[in-house]
């Protein structure tokens, strides 16, 4: 079984820290994601990595960065946390589009992010 | 951008009977993959149902259905003798085969079971 493991699945943070979500996957997925879930608004993607060391933006990016230094990790960093960033965040893992299209994401359990 | 559209934030039913959760999608793709994800309360998401384009058949998974009408862009899924165990939040996705490595998400329904 796929298995995609978030660091934390609580976190509280201050005003202005820098925070770190990790993510790990154990399949050799090429892509991982990092989704932000908001009541009402569903999943909404903030970047995703395609490859090692390559990111690309996804709809909601202001605030966040991403690392990718090896293909099993993914991080979301908020490079100084604000409390409109108080959400659910969600990691996802998947393979490239082609052979494997019919494969679906699979999703970390969560990390609940609370910035007081 | 491809749009899924869940039009139905909440819905419930009697446990035992059938709902069905509607979904939307908006492309101009020939091309590409549906999915139903469940969420339950303070749990993963997981896969419920998927169903490729090119099939006409219907997918099905024990008491999990879809409908699937292609040239009205309309995925749904039926639920069945609902269980308690059902109660979660509902995401309808859509993945392009051959093109962009993003799955579109709707903004889900959220089902209530009741006992």
């Known amino acids: 079984d796929v298995k995609v493991t978030q660091s934390s699945r609580y976190l509280v943070k201050r005003t202005g820290e820098k925070v770190f979500l990790e993510c790990v996957q154990d399949?050799?997925?090429?892509?991982m994601f990092w989704y932000r879930q908001d009541p009402g608004l569903g999943l909404r993607l903030i970047y995703f990595?395609?490859?090692?060391?390559?990111?690309e933006k996804g709809d909601i990016p202001e605030g966040y960065s991403v690392s990718r230094e090896k293909k099993e990790r993914f991080s979301l960093i908020l490079e100084s946390a604000s409390t409109n960033q108080t959400s659910m965040y969600l990691c996802?893992?998947?393979?490239?589009?082609?052979?494997?299209?019919?494969?679906?994401?699979?999703f970390g359990d969560g990390t609940r992010l609370s910035i007081l | 951008a491809q749009t899924v559209t869940q039009s139905q934030p909440e819905m419930s039913v009697q446990e035992a009977e059938t709902v069905t959760l509607s979904c939307t999608y908006d492309?101009?793709?020939?091309?590409?993959?549906l999915f139903w994800y469940k969420q339950p309360p303070s749990r993963q998401m997981i896969l419920v149902i998927r169903?490729?384009?090119?099939?006409?058949q219907n997918a099905t998974e024990n008491r999990f259905s879809v409908n699937f009408q292609k040239a009205a862009k309309s995925f749904s899924l039926k639920i069945s003798d609902s269980q308690l165990g059902d109660a979660a939040m509902y995401f309808c996705?859509?993945?392009?085969?051959?093109?962009?490595?993003?799955?579109?998400f709707g903004t889900g329904t959220s089902l209530t079971v009741i006992p």
């Open positions: 996802a893992s998947s393979f490239v589009p082609g052979r494997y299209s019919n494969q679906p994401q699979h």
């Open positions: 399949m050799d997925h090429e892509n």
């Open positions: 990595s395609y490859d090692v060391k390559m990111k």
């Open positions: 492309t101009s793709e020939s091309d590409y993959y």
């Open positions: 169903q490729e384009a090119y099939k006409q």
């Open positions: 996705a859509y993945r392009s085969t051959n093109t962009g490595n993003q799955f579109y």
